[in-house]
């Protein structure tokens, strides 16, 4: 069946270490897209790539990066820059890009990987 | 304002009630419109896409009111295994998520 892989599930961290979370895709979708997810807050873009070999900022970026080598792998690398770390992470992907999202064109995630920084 | 705002509940209803969630929006640009199911401590998962014309998936029925700028849920003969948070996101260039609605249905 295809579906999105995130790993680890859960994730301990000492601050000022950086951490990669792994998203891998076997649906062959174009777009990926990373948020995270607080209590009592909606989801929040932090980076997304429409297409391999580019990304773009979301809308908290700071503390973040990413790459997009292979068109099934977008990881997430959360840096000591990042000054509340704890969070739940949650990759995404899409066929085509958010500008072109519709009832053939939806967001599926995977599982998450949650996060707390130590 | 908000731009996607949601009654956060959370609704408490027994097995068999019918439920209804609302969700308003600012941008009146949006061009497509979904609601989302997220169990606790779970990814969201697509409940259903929101069509102009309203649509319904067995229980659920997704209606859209572009003039008043909102989405709504319809949940019937509602069960035990819907309690769960309702997310509604609008796709104004870029999605926009709400806060979500808490539903706990009861025995």
């Known amino acids: 069946d295809g579906g999105i892989t995130q790993s680890p599930k859960y994730l301990f961290r000492k601050e000022g270490q950086n951490v990669t979370l792994s998203c891998e895709q076997n649906l062959n979708h174009d777009a990926m897209y990373w948020y995270r997810q607080d209590p009592g807050q909606g989801l929040r873009l932090i980076y997304y790539?429409?297409?391999?070999?580019?990304?773009q900022k979301g809308d908290i970026a700071e503390g973040y990066s990413v790459s997009r080598e292979k068109k099934e792998s977008f990881p997430l690398t959360v840096t000591s820059a990042q000054k509340n770390p704890t969070a739940f992470y949650l990759c995404a992907s899409s066929r085509e890009g958010t500008g072109r999202l519709s009832g053939a064109n939806v967001l599926t995630f995977g599982a998450g990987s949650r996060l707390t920084v130590l | 304002r908000k731009e996607v705002e949601q009654d956060p509940g959370p609704f408490n209803v027994p097995e068999g009630a019918t439920v209804a969630f609302n969700c308003t929006y600012s941008n009146s640009a949006s061009q497509s419109f979904f609601w989302y199911r997220q169990d606790c401590r779970k990814e969201p998962k697509l409940l259903m896409s929101v069509y102009s014309s309203g649509n319904e998936d067995g229980r659920f029925t997704a209606q859209l009111n572009r003039a008043s700028q909102y989405i709504s849920l319809l949940i019937r003969d509602s069960k035990l295994s819907d309690s769960a948070t309702y997310l509604c996101?609008?796709?104004?260039?870029?999605?926009?998520w709400g806060l979500g609605t808490s539903l706990a249905v009861n025995p």
């Open positions: 790539s429409q297409i391999v070999n580019d990304f």
């Open positions: 996101v609008v796709n104004a260039r870029k999605l926009i």
